[in-house]
């Protein structure tokens, strides 16, 4: 590549193209990932993404998994009601609020979690590790970002389907 017919400009956006191709990849390889999990844990994709949630969290309210979920409380509820038919979460009384509930795996879950996505994230904290440091935080950064953009855009589109929460809201990304 010559400078003249290739100038940086483009090679920086052809760079970041390469990007968004391979999160894009990465997206349908993650979904066929949580085809599997699914079939193993035998939930359905939302049930499956609450648990995922939940473990992130160690223990969650059921609002604050609703909210996370962007979904009511009722369906929320739901979920909840069918993680905990399955066994993998169990709702507990909030020992610092008698009114509250509280949301967990259990060990059943966490297990076949492990089972499951174990070999993924040790896999992938092994490729990690032979980044430097300087790149790894370059690679937290933008996924960081990127995250916050997509939060940011999920926002803005629900918003415009609901035109009071946008109006209350503000409006614009």
Do not use: C, W
């Amino acid at each position: 590549m010559d400078a003249v017919s290739n100038p940086p400009d483009a090679e920086r956006l052809q760079l970041a193209e390469t990007v968004m191709q391979e999160l894009r990849a990465l997206s349908t390889v993650q979904d066929r990932l949580d085809q599997y999990a699914m079939h193993r844990f035998g939930i359905n994709r939302t049930d499956l993404r609450a648990l995922d949630l939940i473990g992130q969290a160690g223990v969650i309210s059921p609002t604050a998994l609703a909210i996370a979920l962007g979904m009511s409380t009722g369906a929320t509820s739901a979920v909840l009601d069918r993680l905990e038919s399955a066994g993998y979460a169990s709702r507990e009384p909030d020992p610092s609020h008698r009114r509250r509930t509280l949301v967990r795996q259990t060990p059943r879950a966490e297990k076949l979690g492990e089972a499951i996505f174990g070999p993924m994230i040790s896999g992938t904290i092994g490729e990690a590790a032979g980044y430097p440091d300087s790149a790894l935080a370059s690679i937290a950064e933008f996924l960081g970002a990127h995250r916050a953009l997509l939060t940011r855009y999920l926002s803005a589109v629900a918003d415009a389907a609901d035109p009071a929460a946008s109006a209350s809201a503000g409006g614009d990304v």
